[in-house]
């Protein structure tokens, strides 16, 4: 992580310094520009935040462990993440207590393929700080019974299995707009079942980030943009079960010119975080 801070440095100070265009720009939901100064006192008001992530954006990882290294001088953090399914959390706890190794880590856990790159530096970040991270996710053979048969599947789990997902039965509104935005851009391949099984995904990480959210403490989840954008998915989650906490949510979305954000980016999330969309991928 010190090696990223080192070249976005680096790529700050040489973009300044010959005119070329910045690699991000921060912008609240109305398209106005903001800094990250005044972004992170905004941020350190609030009780939980959505992080929305293009998965493979180096910007946005960085940003990501930026954003936490700050709020944990001034909040006691508790940090969680899409990428960890519930079933693993033993495994995610072991390490972060050094029962295991980073290769233990990796043999017991369903780690991404980008861990190491993306995911290792926050978790690493939460194992040298003493804070907690929470693996947040439904296990994902279980979001995929969803999409093959339905809700109704989940019923067949045992109580243990049933631990790890969002409780029984499932609210469910298939005419929020992000969710017939998927079905839209899924064509004729999409189907009720392909947004339940999105469904179940924000419910149940929603669900863990309530279970484990502390009064007094800031809550960090890091997910998929898709997962909180438009102030839905999760965030819709959350507030039907808890309306009255503090939420913040941010999203990551490319553009060609970050200097202005465009119409259909506006209103995303509270902060925009728009990336230049030649900036290089982590895989």
């Not at 293009?54 to 899409?82: R, S």
């Not at 502390?214 to 809550?219: I, S």
């Not at 039907?240 to 119409?263: F, G, P, R």
Request: aromatic letters at 10%.
């Amino acid at each position: 992580m010190k090696n990223l801070v080192l070249l976005f440095s680096f790529l700050l100070i040489t973009n300044i310094s010959i005119g070329q265009t910045k690699p991000y720009v921060i912008y609240n939901a109305k398209g106005k520009k903001i800094s990250y100064k005044k972004m992170l006192k905004k941020l350190n008001q609030k009780d939980i935040i959505l992080f929305g992530e293009l998965h493979n954006n180096p910007i946005t990882h960085w940003l990501q462990y930026e954003v936490t290294n700050d709020l944990n001088k001034t909040k006691k953090l508790i940090l969680g993440a899409e990428m960890f399914e519930r079933d693993n959390q033993d495994e995610l706890n072991d390490y972060l207590s050094d029962k295991i190794t980073a290769k233990g880590l990796d043999t017991l856990a369903r780690l991404w393929p980008n861990y190491d790159t993306d995911y290792a530096p926050l978790v690493n970040f939460a194992k040298e700080n003493n804070l907690k991270f929470i693996a947040t996710n439904i296990p994902r053979r279980f979001a995929s019974m969803v999409y093959k048969k339905g809700f109704e599947e989940l019923e067949k789990l045992t109580d243990e299995e049933k631990s790890w997902i969002a409780p029984l039965p499932i609210e469910f509104d298939i005419e929020l707009p992000t969710y017939k935005s998927i079905l839209k851009m899924m064509g004729k391949h999409g189907s009720p079942k392909l947004v339940m099984a999105q469904a179940i995904k924000d419910a149940t990480m929603a669900n863990s980030i309530l279970k484990n959210f502390k009064k007094g403490t800031l809550f960090i989840h890091y997910n998929g943009a898709f997962h909180s954008d438009k102030y839905e998915g999760i965030l819709w989650y959350l507030k039907k079960q808890q309306k009255d906490l503090n939420y913040a949510t941010i999203s990551t979305v490319l553009q060609k010119d970050v200097n202005k954000l465009e119409n259909e980016h506006k209103n995303r999330a509270d902060f925009i975080i728009c990336v230049d969309e030649d900036m290089t991928t982590t895989y």
